[in-house]
């Protein structure tokens, strides 16, 4: 059973803007998907998701407000998708309940992602980690198929999610009667940006301000990280460095194609001077953070409209996710006060 729906979550990061790696790897392309009008769309703040790492109280309110009000500047439009914050729609904690019960301990246990983040807890302060990092996955697998979503556009890194989700669903299916769809990741073509200061390593926050460059940074910034980007001497005996390839990369994502090939006819027949290839992704990048910026602070200026479209995302969702929850209390003999 597949069908149109498109689901897919972000947490709100506790650290602040989002980069361009998060914008192009996974939000420009939630953009696409709902503008492309083949497709019911939901998007959602994932704060539960965030609770299962240590954090503070204040800044996650704060975050995930900021990641809502990012959502809108990106693009995300509030009558073309369904654009909420997940603690908003109870159902998400009540089936994930259900689907911990229909979730095997042993599949949850071989979860790399458990694996990776209850490490780097174990060294730090009190080593404590959470349940809720162990049953991450079948809250996420809830998130999902509260909306029968078939589509789930996520990068490489969420699949063995979507796999668990899947048996979920699954299993759920077979023991209760067929009523979900199995859930596949969405895959396009999204491109994966590096670190600026060691493009051996994917762009990321935990890497330094000088990693990434954040999606509403100012133009000084912008420039100067893009100016101490690691690149290659640029000798034409040798292949291009990543750092350079990352800089072309990150052109296209901007949409200067033609600049880019440009740049690449020209080292194909030399030697590869970096310093041009550098002004013009900082070029493309200083545009791009500036319309960011100025809808941002678009959005922004009205906090009482954000709140609003919180509450009408919010209602939107849960008209659906009510009556998922229906069904499935039916289906797993569970009384409720209308049932
Ligand atoms: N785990 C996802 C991530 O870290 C976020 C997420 C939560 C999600 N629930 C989801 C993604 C449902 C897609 C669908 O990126």
């Known amino acids: 059973m597949s069908n149109n729906i498109v689901f897919s979550g972000i947490q709100p990061t506790g650290s602040g803007d989002m980069h361009i790696g998060n914008y192009f790897g996974a939000v420009a392309n939630w953009v696409r998907l709902q503008n492309s009008g083949r497709y019911q769309t939901i998007y959602c703040v994932v704060n539960l998701h965030a609770m299962t790492m240590p954090y503070k109280a204040e800044v996650l309110a704060k975050s ?11 693009g995300l439009d509030p009558d073309k998708s369904i654009i909420f914050v997940q603690s908003m729609v109870p159902e998400h904690t009540e089936l994930a309940w259900v689907f911990g019960c229909v979730c095997s301990y042993g599949d949850l246990t071989r979860q790399t992602q458990f694996k990776e983040k209850s490490e780097q807890l174990e060294g730090k302060q009190d080593g404590f980690i959470s349940a809720g990092l162990f049953t991450y996955p ?23 999610h979507l796999e668990l989700s899947r048996d979920i669903a699954q299993r759920f299916n077979t023991q209760f009667g067929e009523y979900f769809p199995l859930p596949e990741v969405l895959s396009t073509e999204t491109p994966k940006l590096l670190a600026l200061n060691d493009p051996s390593k994917k762009m990321s926050k935990s890497l330094g301000p000088k990693s990434y460059i954040g999606l509403f940074e100012d133009e000084a910034s912008v420039r100067s990280k893009v100016r101490s980007a690691v690149t290659d001497i640029g000798n034409p005996e040798e292949p291009m460095g990543p750092g350079a390839a990352n800089l072309l990369a990150i052109l296209r994502a901007c949409g200067k194609h033609d600049t880019a090939a440009q740049f690449e006819q020209e080292y194909a027949n030399g030697p590869r001077r970096y310093a041009p290839l550098k002004e013009a992704t900082a070029d493309a990048l200083v545009e791009l953070t500036q319309h960011m910026r100025a809808r941002r602070a678009e959005v922004a200026a009205d906090r009482a409209r954000v709140k609003q479209l919180m509450q009408l995302g919010a209602e939107k969702a849960r008209s659906i996710a009510v009556q998922t929850m229906r069904d499935v209390r039916r289906l797993t003999g569970l009384f409720a006060l209308d049932y």
């Open 64 to 74: 995930t407000e900021q990641m809502f009000i990012d959502l809108l500047a990106c």
């Open 138 to 160: 079948v809250l996420q697998a809830a998130d999902i198929l509260l909306y029968r979503a078939a589509n789930v556009p996520v990068g490489q890194d969420q699949k063995q």
